[in-house]
């Protein structure tokens, strides 16, 4: 296995893991989980399952070997950043051992996501498969609704994650983000930031190590706020261009450096919208890996009515009653598309239609 190679023996001594989250006793954990936010915080979709990532295990060369042999260990597959799928209305990850064929497209050694309770669960990426008849202007539409089957797995195929995100459990829904998430770093980072050289793969995918220089390298997440603006009995949706015509959804924008996410919502909705924002509070995140965000989901309060768009970033914002979204999530409202289901724009505004922020 890669696992024994001579830089992941050296990585053995170089890091060891933080305390996990796992390791705490479990009323501790379940007190960690709900936090001080938004009661049903973790009920959005990608909020969490409470996977054992199994942290310790990444640098454990001998560990990592073991359950490469364990008849028990699984391996979620992802083609082009979309996980390999069953089922009709409800789906499932399809979980196979990790010396099924398919395998044989992978390009690099699986990641560990960790530990369920059959066994480990590993994810490979397998994106250097061609298949037949493959329509590539598809796969970069707004909304890929293509799928593509393997003939080692004929009853499953490859789906694009925000097509199918709400029919995942909970469980499903955080393995496939986070293959999705990590796997897309791996593909934009092989070289080493530092040097230029090209970086191996090490600690069972969750970093990368510069053999030239030295340098250690992990996973990155950008943060980004999403804020539900509010004044009185109205919200402040926007659509940027090119979206579906008739969408809107909350605005949003990233985190920069040196900022906290309060910060970011007050200047983000004041350029985006020209609104001016007083009170902020954190309501729910969402790991949103399309391709590395972490959505920080905000209630500010508006203190100044009057938009003033960027027509740079926005095509159009206004403000929204309680009234026109309820008629628009109904279906009754033939100009406002409202946000995706499964994002947590569509959550927020559910619950704040639902009196249910706190
Ligand atoms: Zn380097």
């Not at 933080?18 to 938004?38: C, D, F, I």
């Amino acid at each position: 296995m890669l696992w024994l190679s001579e830089s992941h023996k050296h990585s053995l001594k170089v890091l060891t893991s933080g305390p996990a989250l796992h390791l705490l006793p479990e009323p501790v954990r379940v007190r960690a989980r709900q936090g001080g936010a938004m009661r049903h915080a973790e009920e959005v979709t990608f909020g969490g399952s409470g996977l054992d990532r199994a942290a310790e295990l990444r640098g454990d060369i001998p560990a990592l070997a073991a359950l490469a042999n364990d008849g028990a260990t699984r391996c979620i597959v992802l083609w082009r950043g979309k996980p390999l799928v069953r089922g009709e209305r409800g789906l499932e990850l399809v979980r196979l051992p990790l010396d099924h064929p398919i395998m044989a497209h992978a390009g690099q050694e699986p990641v560990l996501l960790g530990r369920e309770e059959a066994g480990a669960i590993f994810a490979h990426d397998i994106s250097h498969w061609a298949p037949e008849d493959l329509d590539e202007h598809s796969l970069t539409a707004f909304v890929d609704a293509s799928e593509q089957v393997h003939p080692r797995v004929p009853d499953a195929r490859f789906a694009e994650l925000r097509m199918i995100m709400t029919r995942l459990n909970a469980r499903d829904a955080e393995l496939a983000a986070t293959a999705r998430a990590i796997g897309s770093w791996h593909k934009t980072h092989g070289f080493c930031a530092q040097c230029g050289a090209p970086s191996v793969v090490h600690k069972a995918g969750w970093e990368r190590i510069c053999p030239a220089c030295g340098a250690h390298h992990f996973p990155r997440t950008d943060p980004v706020a999403i804020m539900l603006i509010t004044r009185g009995n109205k919200t402040l949706m926007g659509r940027s261009p090119g979206w579906p015509k008739g969408m809107y959804s909350c605005l949003a924008g990233f985190v920069e450096p040196g900022e906290t996410i309060e910060a970011a919502v007050r200047r983000e909705t004041w350029e985006e919208a020209g609104v001016r924002v007083g009170a902020v509070r954190y309501l729910a995140s969402q790991p949103w890996a399309f391709p590395s965000s972490l959505m920080f989901g905000c209630h500010g309060e508006a203190i100044s009515d009057e938009i003033k768009i960027d027509p740079e970033e926005m095509d159009d914002v206004r403000w929204m009653t309680r009234e026109e979204i309820a008629d628009a999530f109904a279906g009754n409202n033939p100009d406002v598309l409202p946000a995706r289901k499964g994002a947590i724009a569509h959550f927020l505004l559910r619950n704040w239609l639902a009196d249910r922020l706190d």
